[in-house]
C-alpha cells in the first residue's frame, strides 16, 4: 500500500492558508505531497514547489496544466485528489476542472464565490464518481465530534438554545486592510457578498449545525461595515430558528479588538448544556442544574469512535488546531481508499464536511445578507437563493 | 455621629433578595435597621423583626402604618430610609407613600411594574427633597468601576461594540415555577410585562451603559417563552445600536440549563477591549490585538478612586456579590449623611443608580417588548412610551 | 433574645485586621460591637470607637481598663467576647486576662508569640468555663466545609498525598518593609519564631489537616530569608508525613513577586482528588482518571449540612473572603448562644477553631523553624517542644 | 535539496512514543522516514514497516542489521539520523552503534540507564563527527522559548525562586501496572533507578534549568513507592537550590489520581515572575505586585525569533504538544543541513537538548535517588555519580 498522492493549488511561499493544508495532510504520515500549481507566477510555483523538495517537473505554472498533466501519468503515480487553497473566488473554477478530469477536491471553504457556484458544483458533482470535502476544520476537533456524540444520544435532551459565536480583532484598523489575507478578503471580487460572514460566520454556522444535528431556518442579521471605505462586512449578529423550534444566535466578528480566533459554541438541551471553545478545546463542559458541571477532557475515560480516531495524544498533551485540520484530512484519506476499493461510500459516513455542508454554508452567507438589507426581522433560510448582486 | 437608620418593606422570613439588602447594609457598620414591614401578615412581620432583634413596636402591619408611626418619631430616632424589597408590582406605591412621608428610598430593581409608573414616580419625586437609589448591584463591584474609569480615559478608543449577557438556568423546567421566587417572577400582575428581561436583561442593559457610558437608543429584539403555558418570556436576544454609533447586543435567559448568574460584559473599542464576569468579578481583562491581554485584579497596583472605595480587602482576597451590594448602601449613606448636611448632591456624584436609570430600565423592558411582538426588524428607544397592555 | 455583644482589642484607624474583623462580625446581624481598647494610645482609641459610632466612655484606653469596666457592667449590657486583632505578641496576655474575666475569646492567629504561651492559654482555659476560638478563616469557605465532608465521606478512598501553598508577594523587596503591616510581622519580638510560616504558613498546615482529616506528625523543612538583614524567613517549604502515612508538601512565600494571596490546597486519594484555590473559592475540583472531573460549585445541587449553613448568596453570585469570615463568626455566635443556655458544647461541634488547633499551628511554626536549622531531614512534630530562643 | 532521511528503532504497533516521533517528525515536510528496526521480532518490524508504507527491505530485524545495511546504501539514499524510542536500557547501546557508524541521533529521555552510561556516550561522541540530540520536548513550546527570551533579557530581575511540577495520575492503582508503558517503566532493569524521577522528574527539571539559565547545585529529596510490592518510585519532592542562590522545588507524581500531564514551572524574580503550564501551553503569565498580570499569548505581538519559529498559525488557533515535539526535530533537521554544509555547530546554538542536558538529567536522577536514602538534608548535587546499584 502507498501514501494518498495530493496535488495543490494555491499555497505558494508567503500564503498563509496553504502551508496549514500541507501540515495537517503531513502530519499523520498517510498523505504525499507530489504536485502543485502554487502560483499564478510560473516561477514562483517552481520555487513553492522547490522548498517544498517537489521535483520541478511537477510544479505547474497553473492548475489546468497540472490536471492535464498528472491526468497522463500512471494511474499509480499521479495526483488522486486536489486541495485548493485560493482565495475564494477561485474555488469554483478549480474544483470543476479538477471533478471533470476525475480528481477528488478537498476544498477551502466557504466553498465558492456565491450559492449559485455551489449549486452548479453540486450539478457536476452528480456526474462525476469523484469525492468531495471542505475544510470545516473546527470539526475536526476530538471533543467537537464527543460533543455531537453526547447529543445525538439524548445526553441535553431537547435543544432549546444555541449561542455561537466568532471574534477575532485583526480588521479592527484600516491599517490592518494592507495585508496580503485582508486585501482579498475584504474585495466582493475575490472574497463574495461577505467579509466577516463569508470567512469565520460560515464557519460557526456549520459547527452549530454540525454538533447540535439541527438545523437553521430562520434568520434575522444584522451586519456592520466597521471602517469607512470597506465594501464589506466585518461584524455581524444573526438571531436564529432551528428546525426542531430552538432558538440560537450566531455572532461574529473581525473587528472585535483583542480577541484571537475565539470561536465559542454553548448548546442548551431542556436537561443539561454544553459549552466549547476553541481556545482551550480540550475541554467539554457538560453542564446541569444541579449537579456539578463535567469537565470533559480529550482523552480522559472512555470516548466515542469518532473523537477515540481524532486524539493522537494521551490525556494533558494539548492537541491543537493543526490536529483538528488534519482530522479532516486522515478521513478524506479513508473515504478515497475505500472509493479506490469500490466502496460506495458518502461523506457522511466518513465524516467529511460535505457538498451538502457546502451548499449550506453558501446559503448562509447570502441569506444573511440579504437579511441584513431587510427590514422585516425574519427570512425564511432559503437554498435556492438568487445570486446577489455585490454593491 | 450615629448610624443611619433604615426601615425594610418586604423581606420576612423565607424571602430572599431582604436577607440580601440587610447584609449588604451590615456589613460597614454604617446603617442600623430600625424598624420592618415585614410581610403582609402582622404576625409574620413581627416574628421577622424578633429574628432580626427588633422590638416588637416597631415592627408593623403593612408600609402606611410604618410610615406613619415612624414619621412620629422623633428625628434622631425614626427611620431615615426605607429599603423596598418586594415584588415589583408593590414597588411603586411603596415609594411614593415614602417619599410623602419624607423618607429617603432604595429600591431594589426593577422600578415600577410598568414605565408609567416611573415616570409618575419621577414627578412625585421632583416635588419632594428625599433621595432615591436603586440597587442595580453589579454597578458595584470594584473592577466594574474600574472599568468605567478607564473607559472614560479613553483606555479603548472610540466604543463600536458591546456584547452583554446574562444566562441562568433556575427555570428551566416547568417544575421550577413552584418556587417563591419563581411564581411572582412569572405572573405579569406582580412581574410586569416581561419576567427575563425585567428581572435580569434590565441589570445587563444598566451595566453595559454605566460602565460604557454610551446609551441604547435601537434595538430589535426576540423574546422568547419556553415552557408551555408560561405568561412571559424566559429567554431573549437583542440587537441594539448605541448613541455613538456602535453596535450592541444583549442576550439573556433564564433556561440556560447549568448557567449560574453568568452576567458577562465584553466593551470593543477601535483602539482596546474589555471583558469582565460576574462568576469572577475580581478580574478585568483589557486586551488589544498586539500587546499581551492585562489582567486587571482587584486591588492590585493603582485603581481609580471610586474602585479603591469599593474595595474592602487586601488582592487575592476574593470580593463577592455581598460587598458589591454594600458598596451601593455606603454610597448612598455618604449621600443621606451629605444631604443631611444641606449639601445639594445627585446620585450621579455619589454613584448611586438614579430614577434616571430606572426610567430607562423600565423604557428597555417595555421597549423589548414591542419589538419583539413587531416585524419591523429595528425600533427606536423611547422614553415616553405607552403603558403596555399585558396579554 | 439580642445580639451578641463584642468587644475589641486593637484594630484601630489605620490597622488592617481589625477592620476585616469587623464586617465579618458586622455582616449576619448577629453581633453588636460595644466597646474596645482599639489603641495604645488612649485618644486614638475614642477617636477610633466614635468612628465606629460607640459611645466615649466605651471606648477604653486600654485592655485591662476595658475588662475591668465591662466586667462592672449589667450582665445584659456588658461585652460577651473580646475578638484580638493586635500583633502577635499581645495575643497571650490579652486571652489570659480577658479569660480570667469571664470573657469569651476569638483571637486572630496564630494563637501566641510561641508553643509555651499556648500550652499556658490552654490550662488557664482548662480553669475558666469560657469559649476560645481562632480565625482560621480559609476554614470558613463553603466549598472547604463541603471538601471536608466529601472526604469524610470516603469519597477519595485512602489519602495519599497532600500538596498545600500559599503563596504571597508583598514582603518581596526591601521597601516592602516599611508598612506597618510588614514591620511588626518582620519583628521576631512582636511577630515570633517565624515570618512565613507564622503568618501565613500556618494557615495552610491548618486548612491541609482541617480538610483532610489527618495530622501532620514529621517534617523536612528549608526557610529561606530573601532579603539581607531581615530576620526572619520570608518563604520555606516543608516536606511532611501525615499520620495516616501519607506523603505531603507545604510552601509559602512572601516574596513570590506577583502573587496575592494564593491558597490552593490538593488532596490526592486512592480513588480520587480534589483542588481547591481561594483565589477562586467557589469552585471545587473532583478529580478521578477516567471520569470526567467534577466542577462544584457553591450553591449547586446538594451540599452539606455545614456549607449550606455557610452559603449566603444563591449560585453564581461569588461569595468571598469576608463571607468566609464571618462564618467563623457566626458559628462562634452559635457556640456562644449554647454556651448561654448552659449546653455544654465543644468548638468542633460547632466547627469553630480551637485551642487544639491553635497548639497545633504553634508547634507547627516552631518544629518548622527547628527543622530548617537541622542537618537531619526528618524531624517528628512535637506539640511539647521547649521554647525557642529568638535569634 | 531533499527531505532528511530518518531511521528509527522501537516504535513498532502498539507503541506509544514511536508514533508521536514519526508525526513530530512528518509534520513540517522536512523529514523522510526511509527506515526502521521497529521490533525486537522481525515479522512485527515488517509489518510495522508496511504500515508506514516503508519497502520490506528497510524494515529491519534489529539495530545492528540496520546501522549495517544502511552504511552500505549510497549517501544520498541512506539515513541520516537514527530515532531512538525504545525503553530506557536499550537507548545507550543503540546510540553508541549509531555514532560508531557515522549516524546522527535523536534518542527519547532519560539518555540512558544511568550516569555511567551517559559519561560513556559523551566520551564516545566527543571521537566522532555526529549530532546528538535528546526530546525534551517541553523545550519546544513557542512560550517556553519566549520565557527564557524575556528571562535573558532581565525581565524577571534575579531569580529567587523557582517552583516546576509535573503530576500524573496514571500509575494511582495497581491494576494499573499491567499496561506495556507501565510494566517497563517500573523495572529497574529496563527503567534505571527511578521511576518517576526519570521519567518525567527529569523533564521538570530540565525545563526549569532551561527556561531560568541557572543550573541545579545542591538537592534534598523525598520519594515515594505508593503501591505495594512496586520496585521503584512513583511519587517525589526535592527542594533544591540553584546555582545563584535561589530556592527551588520540584515535585512530581504518577500516583496523582486526576491529573493528566501537569507539568507547571513559576519562576520568580526580585522583580517580577511567570507562569506557564503545558495544560495550557500557549499561555504564559507575566506577573508583577503593582501592575495588571500580563497574559502573553502564543503568536500575539512581537515573541523573540525563536518562538516566532516554533510557531505554525495564527494566534488563538492553539499549539499543542505535537508541535512542539515537531519543533525539536525542525531545529534538529537545521543542524543537520548546517553540519552537512560543513559548519561546524553546537546544539546550543540550534536549541536542541545535547548530551550535556543529557549528562546533567541522567545526575539528576541519580542523586535524588541518592539524597532520598540518606538522612542528611542536602546533597550537593555531582555530575561523576558512582553508578549506583538498583536494590
Known amino acids: 500500500?502507498?501514501?494518498?498522492?495530493?496535488?495543490?493549488?494555491?499555497?505558494?511561499?508567503?500564503?498563509?492558508?496553504?502551508?496549514?493544508?500541507?501540515?495537517?495532510?503531513s502530519l499523520d504520515g498517510q498523505i504525499e505531497l507530489v504536485c502543485g500549481a502554487f502560483s499564478s507566477d510560473p516561477q514562483r510555483s517552481?520555487?513553492?514547489?522547490?522548498?517544498?523538495?517537489?521535483?520541478?517537473?511537477?510544479?505547474?505554472?497553473?492548475?489546468?496544466?497540472?490536471?492535464?498533466?498528472?491526468?497522463?501519468?500512471?494511474?499509480?503515480?499521479?495526483?488522486?485528489?486536489?486541495?485548493?487553497?485560493?482565495p475564494n473566488h477561485l474555488h469554483f473554477p478549480i474544483a470543476k476542472a479538477a471533478i471533470e478530469r476525475g480528481f477528488h477536491v478537498m476544498s477551502d471553504k466557504p466553498a465558492t464565490l456565491n450559492l449559485s457556484e455551489v449549486l452548479t458544483l453540486e450539478s457536476i458533482l452528480a456526474k462525476h464518481d469523484v469525492?468531495?470535502?471542505?475544510?470545516?476544520?473546527?470539526?475536526?476537533?476530538?471533543?467537537?465530534?464527543?460533543?455531537?456524540?453526547?447529543?445525538?444520544?439524548?445526553?441535553?435532551?431537547?435543544?432549546?438554545?444555541?449561542?455561537?459565536?466568532?471574534?477575532?480583532g485583526w480588521l479592527a484598523s484600516k491599517s490592518d486592510e494592507n495585508s496580503k489575507q485582508a486585501s482579498w478578503?475584504?474585495?466582493?471580487?475575490?472574497?463574495?457578498?461577505?467579509?466577516c460572514m463569508g470567512d469565520i460566520g460560515v464557519h460557526a454556522a456549520n459547527l452549530a449545525e454540525y454538533v447540535s444535528g439541527i438545523q437553521i431556518t430562520?434568520?434575522?442579521?444584522?451586519?456592520?461595515?466597521?471602517?469607512?471605505?470597506?465594501?464589506l462586512d466585518d461584524d455581524g449578529t444573526v438571531i436564529v430558528k432551528f428546525s426542531n423550534g430552538a432558538k440560537g444566535l450566531l455572532f461574529a466578528s473581525q473587528?472585535?479588538?483583542?480577541?484571537?480566533?475565539?470561536?465559542?459554541?454553548?448548546?442548551y438541551g431542556d436537561k443539561k448544556s454544553m459549552e466549547w471553545s476553541q481556545l482551550e478545546p480540550n475541554t467539554l463542559l457538560l453542564k446541569s442544574n444541579n449537579e456539578p458541571?463535567?469537565?470533559?477532557?480529550t482523552g480522559v475515560g472512555e470516548m466515542c469512535e469518532a473523537a477515540q480516531q481524532a486524539t493522537r495524544t494521551p490525556a494533558g498533551h494539548p492537541?491543537?488546531?493543526?490536529?483538528?485540520?488534519?482530522?479532516?484530512?486522515?478521513?478524506?484519506?479513508?473515504?478515497?481508499?475505500?472509493?479506490?476499493?469500490?466502496?460506495?461510500?458518502?461523506?457522511?459516513?466518513?465524516?467529511?464536511?460535505?457538498?451538502?455542508?457546502?451548499?449550506?454554508?453558501?446559503?448562509?452567507?447570502?441569506?444573511v445578507v440579504q437579511s441584513n438589507q431587510s427590514n422585516e426581522k425574519w427570512q425564511a433560510l432559503s437554498l435556492n437563493t438568487q445570486p446577489m448582486e455585490v454593491k
Not at 496535488?7 to 496549514?20: L, T, Y
Not at 505554472?61 to 488522486?80: C, G, H, K, Q, S
Not at 475544510?135 to 432549546?160: D, M, S, W
Open 46 to 86: 517552481i520555487d513553492s514547489g522547490a522548498a517544498l523538495y517537489l521535483p520541478e517537473e511537477r510544479c505547474y505554472a497553473n492548475y489546468e496544466d497540472m490536471f492535464t498533466a498528472e491526468a497522463l501519468l500512471p494511474v499509480n503515480e499521479r495526483m488522486e485528489f486536489v486541495a485548493i487553497v485560493t
Open 255 to 267: 473587528i472585535a479588538v483583542g480577541d484571537e480566533n475565539n470561536l465559542k459554541l454553548r448548546i
Open 218 to 231: 430562520h434568520l434575522c442579521a444584522d451586519l456592520t461595515s466597521s471602517i469607512i471605505g470597506r465594501a
Open 131 to 168: 469525492l468531495y470535502g471542505l475544510t470545516h476544520t473546527y470539526n475536526g476537533y476530538p471533543l467537537v465530534k464527543q460533543a455531537k456524540h453526547l447529543i445525538k444520544q439524548g445526553e441535553l435532551g431537547n435543544i432549546v438554545k444555541i449561542v455561537v459565536e466568532y471574534s477575532q
Open 1 to 25: 500500500m502507498k501514501k494518498v498522492r495530493m496535488g495543490m493549488v494555491g499555497g505558494g511561499q508567503g500564503a498563509f492558508i496553504g502551508a496549514i493544508h500541507r501540515m495537517a495532510a
Open 293 to 297: 458541571t463535567q469537565l470533559i477532557r
Open 185 to 195: 478578503r475584504l474585495d466582493p471580487k475575490k472574497s463574495g457578498v461577505s467579509c
Open 319 to 367: 492537541e491543537g488546531y493543526l490536529e483538528a485540520f488534519a482530522n479532516i484530512y486522515l478521513n478524506f484519506v479513508k473515504q478515497i481508499r475505500a472509493h479506490k476499493n469500490g466502496v460506495d461510500c458518502s461523506n457522511q459516513e466518513f465524516d467529511v464536511p460535505s457538498i451538502e455542508d457546502a451548499i449550506r454554508g453558501m446559503a448562509f452567507i447570502e441569506n
